[in-house]
């Protein structure tokens, strides 16, 4: 289907990734906003939504697991397969020495570089001061679209004093009808659909799309092979 995602009467699935620790969380509060007026488009609209955030604060233990291990455990490995179920994301981080939280990204580093190929993504940032307002584009913005993601071109950022300015509700406002219209444009499906087989994927374990039916995987090659017991042929014009 390449049609917009709503098109089927499905419950449109928006995840929020929140990397806010302390509590209250400015981070959290900010994913909130950003999410309720998302979902408030959607609704003018009569598109059924549904809202999942995944809290990174009490995954942080499992995260750190998870990057020396080299494979998620089971909390983390939940949070993963909910980001990858997810039409689009929040993604929100607090800003520390003018660099993305370190929980934020490594959680980003263990997911598969496929799981979310042109999902919509609004990128938010909190900070204690405004010299930090441009980590959410010069240092999110890069990272999702190595992720193949498709951002959308508001993102947000909320120091001390914009938290009772108006100008921080038109951007939230304006990010929020940029998710929507991504969204009912369908163009993140069509182009899943369209290009999967084009990419090239150094992962593929979480991502939806990458399902294979047992006539398209290769039961001859040499690693198939050795897991049913053969062995390796021998290199040609050799016995």
Same mark, same amino acid.
């Given at each position: *289907?390449? $049609? ?24 959290? *509060?900010?994913?909130?906003? =950003?999410? &309720?007026?998302?979902?408030? +488009?959607?609704? /003018?609209?009569? =598109? #059924?939504?549904?809202?999942?955030? %995944? ?10 697991? /998870? ?5 998620? $455990?089971?909390?983390? &490995?939940?949070? =993963? ?7 689009? %994301? !929040?993604?929100?981080? #607090? ?15 263990? !997911? ?26 010069? +240092? *999110? ?14 993102? =947000? ?8 300015? #108006?100008?921080? $509700? ?6 929020? !009808? ?12 069509? %182009?899943?659909?369209?290009?999967? +087989?084009?990419? &090239?994927? +150094? ?5 939806? &799309? ?16 050795? /897991? ?6 021998? #290199?040609? $014009?050799?016995?």
């Amino acid at each position: *289907m390449t $049609g917009s995602p709503h098109d089927d009467g499905d419950t449109l699935r928006l995840v929020a990734l929140n990397a806010g620790v302390s509590d209250p969380s400015s981070t959290r *509060m900010l994913v909130d906003r =950003i999410a &309720q007026k998302s979902l408030d +488009q959607l609704a /003018a609209r009569s =598109i #059924p939504a549904s809202l999942s955030v %995944i809290d990174l604060a009490p995954l942080a233990v499992d995260v750190a697991k /998870a990057m020396v291990a080299g494979f998620p $455990g089971e909390k983390v &490995q939940a949070a =993963i397969d909910t980001l990858a179920r997810a039409d689009a %994301i !929040i993604a929100a981080t #607090p800003v520390y020495k003018a660099g993305m939280s370190g929980l934020f990204k490594s959680f980003i580093d263990l !997911i598969d570089n496929d799981l979310i190929i042109a999902k919509p993504v609004v990128l938010a940032a909190t900070a204690g001061t405004a010299r930090h307002a441009m980590v959410a584009d010069e +240092q *999110m913005r890069p990272l999702f679209a190595f992720l193949r993601a498709m951002p959308v071109p508001t993102s =947000i950022f909320a120091a001390p004093e914009d938290w009772g300015s #108006p100008d921080l $509700g038109v951007r939230i406002d304006r990010a929020a !009808i940029e998710l929507t219209q991504l969204l009912l444009s369908g163009v993140g499906r069509s %182009i899943t659909n369209a290009g999967w +087989q084009g990419y &090239q994927h +150094q992962f593929d374990g979480n991502a939806a &799309q990458a399902e294979r039916t047992p006539g398209e995987v290769n039961f001859d090659s040499d690693l198939m092979r050795l /897991a049913a017991g053969g062995s390796l042929r021998s #290199p040609a $014009g050799q016995s």
